[in-house]
């Protein structure tokens, strides 16, 4: 069957070779310590998961929810941002429930733009802002290079000098586990203000953080509700990845044009899993995470501490993020091949390629592995 256009206008999936090999080294029975995939081993708190149990027996949870989600969830989440980032959200109207962040990401800008208009993307970036995000709803990329010295944030002039209509941005960021100021993201919310750009704002590590550092919402910008929409997913601060549940808030028409692009293709998160993620942003209190996140975050703290140091006596360039559980490495040579050199000692890494061609010297390792395999893993990677 012939792909369309917009899917054969998609670069090369970059991680096809490595992939296979993969799975081959898993099937001829080798034990890998995988360093790949964003997705905790951690496990859901219990209480968030005995919400769920809870929310299936409630009559009437099988049916149908609405694409912009139940008002007990959309209720929680504006309490949660009052608390976590002393700002208030209207639940009806700067609310909208996602089945998981990505989908949202994916849509908003459908809503907005026409084929051809232009988005710009961060690179290195996480993939879906340039793939599904972009060029799959018929978008034109505009690449903004993010480099180490600007510590991966754009600069005013790039953003002047780059003509687009709508922008993602990521912090605390995947890959890169780049923070940013307050200060900064106001500076960018009134140039893309100046500029007329719609702001998407992907805070999903805004709870994965390190060192005393707080994430910022953007919405805490004065400006910000005139052009932004930001997301947020429960996927990495609660270990709920494969539950799908997240959600946007944010400038009201942002949110009511992400609400009937959903109306016409979904049909809502189930309503067991927005009672479970009620029950987990209730966990809060007073915008202090619970302690069985605080533990997870201090293992996330601990584990990138051993991997960093161990990286940094092996020779190699590495920076300790203050947020995300993402350990971005320059390396000298093709991160393909290095990435392969690894495979062979039984150590998964992601090729900093697949993020952007800014990335082509770099792997990404995440955090999802036991400090005692973070270990073992040292023991094998050559030193620089
Ligand atoms: C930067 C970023 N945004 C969004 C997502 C998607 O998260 P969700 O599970 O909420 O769809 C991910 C997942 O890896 C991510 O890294």
């Not at 949202?104 to 961060?122: C, E, K, Q």
């Not at 960021?173 to 307050?182: E, S, Y």
Request: with cysteine; aromatic share 10%.
């Amino acid at each position: 069957m012939k792909h369309s256009d917009l899917l054969n206008s998609l670069p090369p999936y970059p991680f096809a070779k490595l992939e296979s090999l993969i799975s081959q080294k898993r099937q001829e029975g080798v034990d890998l310590i995988s360093f790949g995939i964003g997705d905790p081993d951690l496990k859901t708190p219990n209480f968030i998961n005995d919400a769920l149990i809870e929310g299936l027996s409630i009559p009437g949870n099988h049916n149908y929810s609405s694409s912009a989600g139940e008002k007990s969830f959309r209720d929680s989440i504006s309490i949660w941002f009052e608390k976590r980032f002393n700002v208030s959200i209207d639940p009806d109207e700067e609310i909208c429930a996602l089945i998981g962040s990505k989908e949202g990401l994916a849509h908003i800008f459908r809503a907005f733009f026409n084929s051809g208009d232009t988005i710009a993307v961060p690179n290195p970036g996480y993939p879906l802002y340039e793939h599904g995000g972009t060029i799959l709803n018929d978008f034109k990329p505009a690449i903004i290079n993010l480099s180490a010295e600007s510590n991966y944030i754009p600069q005013s002039n790039q953003l002047q000098e780059t003509n687009f209509s709508g922008i993602y941005l990521n912090y605390p960021n995947n890959p890169t586990g780049a923070i940013i100021q307050l200060s900064e993201l106001n500076n960018i919310v009134n140039i893309c203000n100046d500029k007329k750009s719609i702001i998407v704002y992907d805070n999903a590590y805004s709870e994965i953080t390190y060192g005393g550092y707080s994430a910022p919402s953007i919405l805490q910008c004065e400006n910000a509700r005139q052009n932004s929409i930001e997301f947020h997913s429960l996927s990495k601060t609660f270990n709920m990845t494969g539950y799908r549940i997240g959600f946007a808030v944010g400038n009201k028409s942002l949110i009511d044009g992400l609400k009937k692009i959903k109306n016409q293709i979904d049909s809502g998160s189930p309503k067991f899993i927005q009672h479970a993620a009620t029950t987990a942003l209730e966990s809060y209190s007073n915008g202090k995470p619970p302690k069985e996140i605080l533990d997870n975050i201090e293992t996330y703290e601990n584990r990138m501490s051993l991997l960093y140091n161990g990286l940094l006596k092996l020779g190699y360039d590495v920076k300790m993020p203050s947020g995300t559980f993402y350990l971005w490495m320059k390396i000298d040579e093709s991160c393909e091949s290095f990435a392969m050199n690894l495979l062979d000692q039984g150590i998964v890494v992601t090729p900093g390629s697949g993020f952007g061609n800014e990335g082509d010297n770099y792997v990404r390792f995440s955090l999802t592995v036991s400090e005692s395999d973070i270990s073992k893993a040292l023991e094998k990677i050559p030193p620089r």
